[in-house]
């Protein structure tokens, strides 16, 4: 058996699943590594997706890898205190809610793209599953956005892509990303949660000066 015949969509699905397991941990405890998972995951699920016929997922891939680059970033140099000098003081970038003026933005963007990507799909592609790609795409540029600026509510919206994820990707028979996003679904639930505790646990920590 050459490389060549080897059954690469299976492998790359069992390595795509077992980064994401690593995924799901890091972000459920807000760990900065999380990132490096979101650089590896990308990469696999291009290949998976654009085999399968999951084009608008594909295309999203892209911007995962460039998000992932900008949320690491974001969250380990975080914000910085006093004047530019070797003394000057980072903290790093809280979990904190979305200001309500963002949201309303979001949301709008979220439906425009919806939109957008739902037609692109129906008319330029040969996609069977038109209204549930764009839907999970258009929400997940979004989420991710979200989660780069460490806004709590990106659970939220993680709750609703991996929700459709657990039906789009068995309808397409990529069993293990259902069963991948199903543990996202519960973790999605219990990260808020836990999110939340974090948060207010900073919140009542006094910040030294």
Not at 8 to 29: A, C, K, N, P, R
Not at 119 to 124: A, F, H, N, Q
Request: proline content about 3%.
């Amino acid at each position: 058996m050459t490389l060549y015949d080897l059954p690469w969509d299976t492998i790359l699905e069992v390595l795509g699943f077992s980064v994401g397991i690593l995924y799901l941990w890091w972000e459920y405890h807000a760990d900065s590594r999380l990132w490096f998972a979101s650089i590896v995951m990308p990469t696999i699920s291009m290949w998976i997706y654009f085999h399968k016929g999951i084009y608008a997922d594909f295309a999203i891939n892209i911007y995962y890898f460039l998000i992932a680059v900008y949320g690491y970033i974001a969250w380990t140099r975080g914000i910085r205190h006093g004047k530019k000098s070797s003394a000057t003081k980072i903290k790093q970038l809280p979990i904190r809610h979305i200001p309500r003026r963002q949201l309303l933005s979001c949301s709008a963007i979220f439906l425009l793209l919806w939109i957008a990507l739902y037609c692109g799909l129906r008319y330029l592609t040969d996609s069977t599953v038109p209204v549930a790609d764009a839907f999970t795409t258009a929400l997940s540029i979004v989420a991710m956005w979200m989660l780069a600026r460490k806004y709590i509510e990106q659970w939220i919206a993680w709750i609703a892509v991996d929700a459709v994820c657990v039906a789009l990707y068995s309808y397409k028979s990529i069993y293990l990303y259902g069963i991948l996003y199903g543990a996202y679904t519960i973790v999605a639930f219990k990260g808020y949660r836990n999110w939340k505790r974090l948060m207010q646990s900073h919140q009542s920590t006094p910040q030294a000066d």
